[in-house]
């Protein structure tokens, strides 16, 4: 298959959703001034008419409808822009009339608690909008702020990534697979921040020079402060429902911006339904976000194929199978999307064959739930 036909599946999709919310637009009042203003991806060239910045920091992929109810008020819908509200209405704001459109400014509280101060104007074909001091309902992530990987021992019993399966292969592998994924994470991820305003934030770091592929099983050393890298907001945002569903929505437009800036190796593999899943997934993920579970950990030992295991780490931040059994198919694919001198390492032969077998266990298995363990204090090595 052509390896640019996913890719423009998802930007033939999402032309022809703008396409029809266009035809929505309602000029009534004859003000020139209301319609769907966008910044998306997909908008038609000349078609970016929304100027949109969140906490500070421009934010594409988003639309903002403007409707005047008379020459002092209009409605004002912010669609998928605060964390997992599909649409925001701001009824009868206040606006004032200028040279060239209008002016607005207002405090608003979204359906799931955010509240939020706003500001933009108006002109034909053209609005300025800008959403400050934003804040999420407090939750148990919020209440700490920063939260931390632990930092694994290679054993079984401080690792950063867990698995739950009711699947005897993939039981059988994990007292393997969680110290190594674990260390992954460790070598990567050096904190998970949840911002107030409901951004996801994360300090990472890249390959570390002159190490291989081989050493990143092994426990990471101390990196050096200057190796990690504060992530940019407005990628993804998050909720949190009943203070134990985290739900992460990330920003559709950037990863089809990374689809394009990324030229991948052709899939060969992929049919029409396959893509169709995915993209629904996708779609999905963009307006209600990606359920994750908050489980409070106890440290109780549990039995893991006989074996008692303490897991250390104050939660348990992980998704299970229903989440992510749209993407499954899409796993032996991942060896096509390493480098090459991956592949020709040591360990290159056996990705394939390992990929082919995890996603196949992974098909059959009912329970699956997969995560990180993380802590409020940074462990110390």
Not at 70 to 76: H, K, R, V, W
Not at 211 to 226: E, H, M, T, V, Y
Request: charged share 15%; net charge negative; with cysteine.
């Amino acid at each position: 298959m052509n390896k640019y036909l996913l890719r423009n599946f998802l930007y033939a999709i999402c032309v022809a959703t703008l396409l029809f919310a266009c035809d929505d637009n309602d000029d009534s009042d004859g003000s020139g001034m209301s319609g769907i203003y966008s910044n998306k991806l997909s908008a038609p060239e000349g078609g970016n008419t929304l100027t949109l910045t969140y906490s500070g920091r421009e934010f594409i992929g988003k639309d903002v409808s403007f409707k005047m109810t008379n020459d002092n008020t209009a409605n004002i819908t912010l669609h998928g822009i605060l964390p997992g509200e599909t649409t925001t209405l701001l009824e009868n704001v206040a606006i004032s009339a200028g040279s060239n459109g209008y002016s607005f400014s207002g405090n608003g509280t979204g359906t799931n608690g955010t509240s939020f101060s706003y500001t933009g104007s108006v002109e034909k074909s053209k609005m300025t909008l800008a959403l400050t001091d934003v804040k999420v309902a407090t939750n148990q992530l919020t209440s700490n702020g920063n939260w931390y990987p632990v930092l694994g021992e290679y054993t079984l019993m401080r690792c950063a990534f867990h698995l739950v399966t009711d699947n005897a292969l993939l039981a059988q592998f994990a007292p393997m697979l969680e110290p190594i994924v674990g260390n992954l994470i460790c070598w990567f991820i050096n904190e998970v921040t949840f911002n107030p305003d409901g951004n996801i934030t994360a300090r990472y770091a890249t390959m570390p020079e002159g190490k291989a592929i081989g050493d990143l099983i092994q426990l990471p050393p101390n990196r050096q402060d200057s190796e990690w890298i504060s992530s940019p907001i407005n990628l993804a945002s998050y909720y949190v429902k009943d203070d134990s569903g985290l739900y992460i929505v990330p920003n559709i437009d950037m990863i089809l911006y990374q689809i394009e800036q990324n030229k991948t190796k052709a899939d060969g593999g992929l049919d029409a339904a396959v893509i169709a899943a995915v993209y629904q997934q996708l779609n999905k993920w963009s307006t209600t976000g990606i359920r994750m579970n908050i489980r409070k950990n106890s440290e109780t030992p549990s039995n893991n194929m006989g074996n008692l295991i303490a897991y250390k780490g104050d939660i348990f931040l992980f998704i299970d199978k229903e989440e992510i059994e749209a993407f499954l198919p899409l796993l032996p694919l991942v060896k096509d999307l390493l480098p090459e001198d991956m592949l020709g390492g040591s360990l290159g032969s056996m990705i394939g064959p390992l990929l082919d077998i995890l996603a196949n266990s992974l098909q059959q298995t009912k329970t699956l739930e997969m995560g990180m363990m993380l802590s409020k204090q940074k462990d110390i090595q």
